[in-house]
């Protein structure tokens, strides 16, 4: 279950209220610093940008691929661990506006976790270290410590013992045919 605070709104959707949630002028500026952090090829400069501009907690050696979008309304609600890598245009997500609601919740990915492109993160979720999450994922829901998981929805695909598993027949292999 994702963990969000969840605020009902009336007369309008929540989007339409949407500065009644947040400053514009917070938008603005988050908005500016994101796109310049998408756009960055210097990891340690979009590190910088992400942790001084958009508040956002992230470890050392975090890798944000090109066109990677933090939440511009909540970037502050994001934590990345250390050695992780987020892929291509991936999406994370702190809220939601809904229609008669919105909802916000903290996004912690662990260390050395690998994200890939074009994966869309859900508000109130937490990625357990070492895992691993397929290309085009939905993380709507928490992902255990060194699990693979994929899809759309996410599925659970390799559990961290099957994972551990497969790694060492995998080494085996590769040094047998070294010999």
Avoid: C
């Amino acid at each position: 279950m994702r963990k969000t605070t969840r605020t009902k709104v009336s007369d309008t959707n929540s989007l339409w209220q949407i500065y009644k949630t947040v400053s514009f002028f917070k938008v603005m500026k988050n908005f500016i610093a994101i796109q310049v952090g998408r756009y960055t090829p210097f990891m340690r400069m979009k590190n910088w940008i992400y942790r001084v501009f958009l508040r956002m907690k992230i470890g050392d050696h975090t890798a944000f691929a090109l066109m990677v979008m933090p939440d511009v309304m909540f970037p502050e609600k994001i934590t990345v661990g250390t050695n992780a890598i987020i892929g291509y245009n991936t999406t994370i997500l702190a809220h939601e506006y809904l229609i008669d609601e919105y909802r916000v919740g903290e996004v912690r990915i662990g260390d050395e976790v690998m994200i890939g492109a074009n994966t869309t993160i859900l508000p109130g979720v937490t990625i357990g270290d070492r895992a691993v999450i397929g290309a085009g994922s939905l993380v709507h829901k928490d992902v255990p410590e060194g699990a693979f998981v994929g899809g759309n929805p996410m599925k659970l695909i390799y559990t961290k013992e099957e994972m551990e598993k497969r790694n060492e027949q995998q080494n085996k292999h590769a040094s047998s045919t070294q010999n």
